[in-house]
């Protein structure tokens, strides 16, 4: 099942661990910047996307019609949230077409 990924922090890189392992075609992940300044702690979602060969976008805001456009070109039948920092509109939200 296609699908576009929201995730950051431990609970994304869990999250994207379990979708591949259920075989899911992720076809994009928006994520946050890591802030270079920061003690990162935590396992970085935009290093696991690159690891892993999957495109990877940390826009400041996803909401945009240009972000907008470009989630709607990955086709995604669903849409998963890990712990992504930012509410998603309702245009990204009904883009999937399985939910």
């Not at 431990?10 to 392992?21: C, F, H, K, M, R």
């Not at 990162?40 to 240009?66: D, H, L, M, R």
Request: charged share 20%.
């Amino acid at each position: 099942m296609k699908t576009v990924v929201f995730a950051y922090h431990n609970i994304g890189v869990i999250g994207l661990e379990a979708l591949v392992q259920k075989k899911f075609d992720i076809r994009a992940i928006f994520s946050h910047l890591d802030d270079p300044g920061e003690n990162i702690w935590f396992g970085s979602v935009a290093e696991w996307a690159k690891k892993n060969q999957i495109p990877v976008f940390c826009p400041t805001n996803v909401n945009t019609p240009e972000w907008i456009e470009r989630i709607r070109q990955f086709s995604p039948e669903v849409i998963f949230s890990f712990y992504y920092r930012n509410l998603l509109s309702r245009d990204i939200l009904m883009i999937p077409s399985g939910g």
